[in-house]
């Protein structure tokens, strides 16, 4: 599994924001649920549409961008 399976990105949606593949639902509104408290089931429950793929593939996404900005900064801060 891939986050690119799930996860897409089109400047016609929510300004090009990432959002689940086949919804208008963004990676940030999903992270401000979880930021608010809510759990993996409530999130389930009340959005239908996401499935635990999507969550895994929300967590896979982020975990990529976290990599490459870390090295980014370490190429940055080593030169």
Do not use: C
């Not at 996404?61 to 900064?73: Q, Y």
């Amino acid at each position: 599994m891939t986050w690119t399976d799930y996860i897409v990105s089109d400047k016609n949606v929510l300004l090009g924001k990432p959002i689940i593949k086949g919804t208008r639902i963004s990676l940030e509104f999903i992270m401000q649920l979880f930021a608010s408290g809510w759990t993996e089931q409530q999130i389930m429950e009340n959005y239908p549409q996401i499935k635990k793929e999507h969550i895994k593939a929300l967590f896979l996404f982020l975990l990529d961008d976290i990599k490459d900005k870390l090295i980014l900064n370490t190429v940055t801060e080593a030169a």
